[in-house]
């Protein structure tokens, strides 16, 4: 199983999860254009990309998030209000009342529908490379999918989950729990190789870590965990009073603090790699948020196993396998 997280930080994040037969795209936090420089950079593949997965609507999860998902035409999978709080964004002019939210649901069942058929009859003799190419450059006003590109929110096809309730996506099991952030329906992920039984999870996005986290984050072999930002560095920083406020709430995001708390006092151990993501750029210092989790990890002799490593916001890191 592997980790390659492709950026993390508060200006973008996006990791890629791969189980001996499956691969998917945790949040798509750059543009398409960057994710796909991204992701040659670490080797990995982008048309092997099975799905993508969304963890909350906020703009450093999502912002490449329909190009890409309509050049790899691959399903985008969110909670339901996840969905709604991102079509939203991207259609800012329209009120959205929750007829207008069925309407738009029902109106891209067609439109995928309508999509389906004429791929059915036409592009099935088409090879992959002559789809994708006709994908990006020959736009019919008339066809279904100039249809689908007008409208920014559209996607190839998506699906829900539920946080709490796990599902498959070929041989991942991936288990999706609630965050306290202020989102729509933030929640993390753990994924499970059947085959490998090997467990890894992200969890940033958090304003401090609740007895559910505590109990997803458990018998974790990799570890993404937000460390976000240095108190003292956020309170004499440039923010605005209101941010500050914001970023320290309950709902806000981890310190590097608060997760030297959670790994010192409640943490199990088991991780062979912890990867410390969503550092702030203005309010945190990669060496301030390594000590501090190392700090806290000596601190308990059995915790020494553990790697403690820093994602960066400007470049991939180098995969993870287990
Ligand atoms: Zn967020
Ligand atoms: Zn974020």
Redesign the pocket.
Known sequence: MRMTVLASG?KG?STVIASAGTRVLVDAGLSCRELMKRMAMANEDPSALDAILITHE?T??VAGLSVLARRLRIPVYFTEPTHRAWVRQMTPRTAMTYAKWLDHVQKEKEARAALAELESDAARALTDIEAASAEVEAEDEDAPEAAIKRDPASLPAVEYFQPGTNFSIGDLVITPFTTPHDAADPCGFVFESVSESIRMAIA??LGYVPPNVKRALERIDVLLLESNHDLEMLKDGPYPWAVKQRVLSRVGHLSNHATGEFLARDYDGSAMYIVLG?LSETNNVPELALLSAEEAIRERGRLLGNRVMLAQQNAPIAPICL
């Open positions: 508060s994040n906020h450093d999860h940033t996005d969503h």
